[in-house]
């Protein structure tokens, strides 16, 4: 079986999309926690020698470092054949909900929560954009998973586990109350949250966790 190491901070969604995944597909990965708040991922020495992207999670398998969450998520469905779509018209329904998540709710949630929570003086005028933004992504969710079980149908997929990435983090730093304010989001986060196997990212990632970002 493969070995993997996995490069994280709790607090990052996408670290969590990753060790949520190989965590339900069995596997076991060696914790390697990024001082990213200190800035390290920003350091020419840590691009050169991790990500020239500058960017957490990178995911080691055997020693080679693959980077960027979703072909990832989606290389580890087909090599374990768990998570990913089975017929054609489930596969197109996991990468059209994947590539929304990253270009729009995971985009934007990451992008909030970093700035409502982590951040000493966020500027009032882009959180509520952001705010506004997000409400409307949400809306759009809430209408999808009240008609179906799932992202892609009624079989959870790799889709599922990179949109409730950065939903599942405390109502304290995410600024909402899903239970209140969309239920239909709730109950497919706690849909996700009953598979067996299943651990938030501040049960699975251990490390120092981060209380600003500069």
């Keep these: 079986m493969p070995s993997y190491r996995l490069h994280y901070f709790p607090e990052s969604g996408n670290s969590y999309k990753l060790a949520l995944m190989l965590t339900l597909c069995g596997e076991t990965f060696e914790p390697i926690w990024t001082d990213f708040a200190g800035g390290v991922t920003r350091s020419a020495e840590?691009?050169?020698?991790?990500?020239?992207?500058?960017?957490?999670?990178?995911?080691?398998?055997?020693?080679?470092?693959?980077?960027?969450t979703a072909p990832i998520l989606l290389k580890l469905a087909e090599q374990y054949g768990r998570f990913g779509g089975e017929s054609a018209e489930e596969k197109f329904e996991v990468l059209r909900w994947l590539?929304?998540?990253?270009?729009?709710?995971?985009?934007?949630?990451?992008?909030?929560?970093f700035l409502r929570t982590f951040t000493p003086s966020p500027d009032p005028a882009v959180l509520k954009f952001l705010r506004r933004r997000l409400d409307d992504f949400l809306a759009i969710l809430e209408l999808h998973v009240q008609q179906r079980a799932f992202a892609a149908g009624k079989r959870p997929t790799v889709a599922d586990f990179s949109m409730i990435a950065?939903?599942?983090y405390p109502a304290d730093e995410t600024g909402y109350d899903f239970k209140a304010s969309h239920p239909a989001v709730?109950?497919?986060?706690?849909?996700?949250?009953?598979?067996?196997?299943?651990?938030?990212?501040?049960?699975?990632?251990?490390?120092?966790?981060?209380t600003h970002y500069a």
């Design 186 to 210: 709730k109950a497919w986060l706690q849909r996700v949250a009953d598979l067996p196997g299943w651990r938030s990212a501040y049960d699975l990632l251990p490390g120092k966790r981060l």
């Design 166 to 168: 950065y939903l599942h």
């Design 99 to 113: 590539f929304w998540d990253n270009h729009k709710l995971s985009g934007y949630m990451a992008t909030y929560r």
């Design 46 to 68: 840590w691009r050169k020698a991790v990500n020239e992207m500058g960017e957490v999670p990178v995911l080691e398998e055997d020693g080679v470092r693959l980077t960027q």
